[in-house]
């Protein structure tokens, strides 16, 4: 409810205000009395968002504006004031009212003025509300989740084509790991730390990272240091989820059958995480259409990663891309 206060020396005179402005909308609570101690309590206990005075007592008006001021900082106050002497409305404003209205005010009058005010109120109150809600969102994100944003973001302005290469392998290494039927708590950090996957590269020189011709053997050897630089940013973060971020960092270019780097680790030696990262990784790059002169679908992709099932990648995260590949190739485009 909206509780509104009206302050009259006449008792009719507040109840018909306060039929004229309870009218305006049901949610309205209008209440009204005659005398400046309830005024106060009435102030204090009801918590109104409008009070109106009205009374051609402009000595009593200016008190109860003063009254209804020291009770509530942010109460809109409206008091009616006479037309005939314009300090009147100087002193109102001076004792906290917040408009006046000047005699003899109609009932339209007051209808009018308390429904603006009433207008922004309900915008004030939406704007709070959505205030709120956001501030108890963001309270409950957990830090890992900023954290891991914050570092992708770090990357994306280090070199966009990486930074969204990673937000994308993230998103499929999560869908993966789901289609692999892993708990929902565990496919979301795969998805957090396989984001990071590649954020070593922000140590490899630019001249290396961009550079337009092929890679020779000793660009190649620089590119490889980039999962121990990723490991080395992220091994000390303190949370799981950028501890499993470090472990996906090291682990993502090693290769099921032994022939990765830079390990040389194979089969279950490889933790899960950089198994599943090593398949969405691939995946994400080869259809990506800036490795290939012509753009390989997600369809075709799966079909020469299937090539590779069992010797580069894990046959069953392979397979896990299989039942999930529509969903995959639409991560992709997110
Ligand atoms: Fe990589
Ligand atoms: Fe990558």
Redesign the pocket.
């Given at each position: 409810m909206w509780p509104v206060l009206i302050f009259s020396d006449s008792s009719e005179r507040g109840a018909s205000l306060a039929d004229v402005i309870g009218a305006l909308d049901h949610r309205i609570c209008a209440e009204h009395t005659t005398d400046l101690g309830s005024l106060a309590h009435l102030a204090r206990c009801r918590d109104p968002f409008l009070a109106l005075v009205s009374t051609d007592n402009t000595p009593l008006a200016l008190r109860a504006v003063g009254a209804l001021r020291r009770e509530q900082r942010d109460l809109a106050i409206v008091t009616e004031v006479s037309a005939d002497h314009p300090l009147e409305s100087l002193q109102a404003l001076a004792v906290g009212a917040s408009e006046y209205l000047k005699r003899p005010v109609a009932p339209w009058e007051w209808q009018q003025r308390a429904r603006l005010l009433l207008e922004l109120h309900r915008r004030q109150h939406a704007l709070t509300s959505t205030l709120k809600r956001q501030c108890r969102l963001a309270s409950r994100r957990p830090e890992h989740a900023v954290l891991t944003e914050a570092l992708a973001r770090a990357d994306m302005l280090h070199d966009e084509v990486t930074g969204n290469?990673n937000r994308r392998?993230g998103r499929i290494a999560g869908i993966i790991a789901t289609s692999l039927g892993l708990p929902q708590q565990q496919c979301r950090n795969i998805a957090f730390g396989a984001a990071l996957?590649?954020i070593g590269k922000i140590g490899i020189p630019d001249q290396v990272l961009h550079k337009p011709s092929r890679y020779d053997d000793d660009d190649r050897k620089v590119m490889r240091a980039h999962p121990r630089i990723g490991y080395e940013i992220l091994k000390d973060g303190g949370t799981e989820v950028l501890q499993l971020g470090a472990e996906i960092a090291l682990t993502h270019h090693e290769r099921y059958d032994g022939s990765g780097y830079p390990g040389g680790l194979a089969g279950d030696a490889i933790p899960l995480a950089g198994r599943i990262t090593a398949v969405a990784?691939v995946f994400d790059?080869i259809t990506d259409g800036r490795h290939y002169r012509q753009s390989i679908t997600p369809e075709q992709g799966y079909v020469h990663l299937r090539q590779y099932r069992g010797t580069s990648f894990d046959p069953d995260c392979v397979d896990a891309l299989g039942t999930c590949l529509a969903e995959a190739a639409r991560a992709k485009g997110e």
């Open positions: 290469h392998t996957h590649d990784d790059a």
